[in-house]
């Protein structure tokens, strides 16, 4: 699944093509995504893209006439195709641009989702709720332990609610739980101001490592197989089941939280 770095490294991706480019056709080839592609969707034509920004997983193409919300899903990706270029199975529909360019969405699964929003799209019901951005300065520790008080959920789940902070997760949590040295069973409301300090910088840490590495794959973009993919990341604790801690040499523990793997060091993480 796309987790924000991947989503931001998308959004960067694209925007040298559309930021300042007319959509000159909306071609929806599927429009049955995880939420029906609305009909108010072809407003998108004939209007320039002003900016394109992030909200947690979205990508937010900004018109005058409205915007348009862009969500990946579970396998979706995009990329900068000709407009000639004959569509694949699972290529669901295209921005053609009066450059000759088109962004083609490619999603096996359709998770994915293209919505149109007129008035703040940050009303929107799937954005109003949504958490502060990891690496705004809205989200510090401050922030995380006013919010677990009287929390008995695990701290690991925790973090990974999207309505306390949007874009952690499930490798970003077990990496930076590690970082921070807490052990991610611990109840969120047992971990003291100083850790949440210290968890903080550990997710600034690990999400800004990953999407500078995704800086690597912008040439994806522009290639007719070119997906996102995961980073190649040099993971410490996330899937490494049974292997050696890089730090202490203790074997890596697997376990279940909230349906989700959760891989930790049993002597690093307390």
């Known amino acids: 699944m796309p987790e924000l770095p991947e989503v931001e490294t998308t959004r960067r991706g694209i925007e040298p093509w559309l ?8 071609n929806i080839r599927q429009p049955k995504l995880r939420w029906p592609v609305p009909d108010t969707i072809t407003a998108l034509e004939g209007q320039v893209v002003h900016e394109l920004t992030r909200r947690g997983k979205y990508i937010l193409l900004h018109t005058d006439a409205g915007v348009g919300l862009i969500h990946l899903g579970m396998s979706g990706s995009l990329r900068i195709v000709e407009v000639d270029l004959e569509p694949r199975k699972h290529d669901h529909f295209d921005l053609v641009l009066a450059s000759g360019k088109a962004v083609r969405y490619h999603d096996p699964r359709r998770f994915g989702a293209f919505l149109w929003v007129q008035g703040d799209p940050l009303q929107h019901p799937l954005l109003c709720d949504l958490g502060p951005e990891p690496l705004s300065d809205g989200f510090d520790g401050d922030y995380l332990f006013a919010q677990s008080r009287n929390r008995t959920v695990s701290v690991k789940v925790f973090i990974m609610n999207a309505h306390i902070v949007v874009g952690v997760g499930n490798i970003y949590a077990n990496e930076a739980l590690f970082l921070a040295g807490i052990d991610p069973r611990c ?8 850790r949440y300090l210290q968890l903080v910088q550990a997710i600034r840490q690990i999400l800004a490592y990953a999407i500078e590495c995704g800086g690597t794959t912008l040439r994806d973009f522009v290639r007719e197989d070119g997906t996102p993919g995961y980073f190649q990341l040099e993971l410490k604790v996330y899937d490494r089941t ?10 890596i523990v697997q376990i279940t939280q909230g349906q989700r793997s959760t891989w930790f060091c049993p002597l690093c993480q307390h």
């Open 242 to 251: 049974g292997q050696a801690c890089a730090v202490c040499q203790n074997p």
């Open 19 to 26: 930021k300042g480019h007319t959509v000159a056709k909306v």
């Open 187 to 194: 109840a969120a409301g047992s971990v003291s101001r100083e």
